[in-house]
């Protein structure tokens, strides 16, 4: 079975620092991986995926992540947040062959000026 | 290319009723996928439509129900309501390759009293 562990439920960070957030899976089969955003009173918006090739994966907003298979990790992480970077993340896996996706609970990014 | 809609975006419902909530995919997208979000849960698949068949199911109560038309449009109704039930149910669409890259709806803000 696959399953999402994201390490810290919040993050508060001051405004142009860099920050990180952690993602853990664990899967038996070949995964793809996501990062998704979600703002106060809207919908997930996909920031960067995962799928093959380099384990450095660039998104949208200067997002990057990096997938880790040995650590079996796909952190998030921005050189310098702005206030605008508040919200909650979340991090997903899915599989080919009809796995359906599997989300975190979340890190809530909370920017302080 | 339009969005993900879901209608309507706010309900309120008392305990005993049903509701049946509507999703409109990105146009070209077979795929789609129901969640519900809750503070104290996060995001909980519920499942998993293609092409007017039921391909996933999460770990819910039979009174979740879902279905799909031919033009990909979904519903999902809840029968027989519990205060449990409120949460914010997120329609996410894909084109339904093993991907699986989505993209989410607004949501629909059920509350039930």
């Known amino acids: 079975a696959q399953s999402v562990t994201q390490l810290d439920s919040q993050v508060p960070v001051f405004e142009e620092a860099p920050v990180e957030l952690r993602c853990n899976y664990s899967?038996?089969?070949?995964?793809?991986l996501f990062w998704y955003v979600q703002y106060p009173n809207q919908g997930l918006q996909l920031l960067l995926k995962?799928?093959?090739?380099?384990?450095l994966v660039k998104g949208i907003n200067g997002f990057e992540a990096e997938f880790n298979k040995s650590q079996t990790s796909f952190h998030l992480r921005k050189p310098s947040v702005h206030i605008s970077d508040t919200a909650e993340y979340f991090c997903?896996?899915?599989?080919?062959?009809?796995?359906?996706?599997?989300f975190g609970a979340g890190t809530r990014l909370f920017v302080k000026a | 290319k339009a969005g993900v809609t879901q209608t309507p975006r706010y309900l309120i419902k008392t305990r005993g009723q049903q509701v049946t909530l509507s999703c409109s995919p990105i146009s070209g997208h077979r795929s789609v996928s129901w969640y519900q979000q809750t503070p104290g849960q996060g995001l909980q698949f519920l499942f998993e439509?293609?092409?007017?068949?039921?391909?996933n199911k999460g770990n819910f109560p039979g009174r979740f129900s879902g279905r799909q038309f031919s033009n990909s449009r979904s519903e999902m109704n809840v029968s027989t309501l519990e205060l449990g039930d409120s949460a914010l149910y997120l329609c996410?669409?894909?084109?339904?390759?093993?991907?699986?890259?989505?993209?989410f709806g607004p949501g629909t803000r059920l509350t039930v009293t």
């Open positions: 439509y293609f092409s007017e068949t039921q391909r």
């Open positions: 997903a896996v899915s599989g080919p062959g009809g796995f359906k996706t599997i």
């Open positions: 996410a669409s894909s084109l339904g390759d093993s991907f699986y890259e989505q993209y």
């Open positions: 995962y799928l093959s090739g380099s384990t």
């Open positions: 899967s038996s089969v070949s995964v793809y």
